[in-house]
């Protein structure tokens, strides 16, 4: 099932998300992308056919940002109104946006990672916080898989 993880390690310890990428892709039918970025590690799987194609990952000089989901009256993910919302503090923007799905927002200079899902949470978001940091995903077997290893 495609999804995404993210994890921030304050231990700023390397992660080896590949082992971690077949909770998401475990039938080797999506494509891929990790980026890992000083203390956060990210990755995501989309079905190879998929609307949103290489849309799903978005990077800017502040963001790194990840889509999981769908989106309804969107060709494409609204990552300008996004990020926008986000560096603008206006959280409530977000919520206009229409669909299952769940987003994961690094803001790279301050460290701060965003977990976002859709007002129902159709693509709910498993976290747990640790002292060492914090891990999320949207595929309760991902965040199983990766609870154990931080």
Do not use: H
Not at 8 to 34: G, H, P
Not at 62 to 80: K, M
């Amino acid at each position: 099932m495609p999804g995404l993880i993210a994890i921030l390690d304050k231990r700023n310890r390397k992660r080896d998300l590949e082992k971690l990428l077949w909770t998401i892709d475990y039938l080797s039918n999506c494509k891929t992308k990790i980026i890992d970025s000083g203390n956060a590690g990210l990755a995501i799987a989309w079905l190879k056919n998929d609307l949103y194609g290489d849309d799903r990952v978005f990077e800017d000089e502040r963001f790194i940002c990840l889509f999981t989901g769908d989106l309804i009256g969107y060709q494409s993910v609204p990552w300008i109104e996004i990020t926008k919302a986000m560096a603008d503090q206006k959280y409530s923007e977000i919520r206009s946006l229409k669909g299952p799905f769940a987003l994961c927002i690094l803001e790279k200079e301050k460290g701060i990672l965003y977990a976002i899902s859709d007002r129902r949470s159709q693509y709910p978001l498993f976290y747990t916080v640790k002292d060492s940091g914090i891990i999320f995903s949207s595929t309760i077997s991902t965040f199983c898989q990766t609870i154990f290893k931080m």
